[in-house]
């Protein structure tokens, strides 16, 4: 029996019986579930930095919009807000790398 101790995918213990397995689960309360979810982004990106791959960001999107909703936001006001800081604050397409800021 493998152990995992962590926040998995929704149809991850689906996918463990039709393979065979036998997954051990709990479902957590809520401060539990935002705690695990930051580990989980932190455990995403880190794979993302080893790999670069886009699987991996697609994971990063996946967490980052579950704690959104988790701490009582939508999607779209993800988006909004996001969008606000673009048209305030410029995206990152420029590529624009700050030395220093004088004065």
């Given at each position: 029996?493998?152990?995992?101790?962590?926040?998995?995918?929704?149809?991850?213990?689906?996918?463990?019986?039709?393979?065979?397995?036998t997954p051990v689960t709990e479902t957590m309360d809520d401060d539990r579930y935002l705690a695990e979810l930051d580990r989980?982004?932190?455990?995403?990106?880190?794979?993302?930095?080893?790999?670069?791959?886009?699987?991996?960001?697609?994971?990063?999107?996946?967490?980052?919009?579950?704690?959104?909703?988790?701490?009582?936001?939508?999607?779209?006001?993800?988006?909004?807000?996001?969008?606000?800081?673009k048209r305030e604050r410029g995206g990152f397409a420029e590529k624009?790398?700050?030395?220093?800021?004088?004065?």
């Open positions: 029996m493998k152990p995992y101790g962590k926040l998995v995918r929704d149809r991850i213990p689906e996918l463990i019986r039709q393979g065979g397995g989980k982004l932190n455990e995403e990106v880190a794979e993302y930095q080893e790999s670069k791959a886009l699987e991996e960001l697609a994971d990063i999107l996946e967490v980052v919009e579950a704690i959104a909703v988790a701490r009582g936001a939508t999607l779209e006001q993800l988006a909004q807000v996001k969008a606000e800081k624009i790398y700050l030395i220093r800021k004088e004065g």
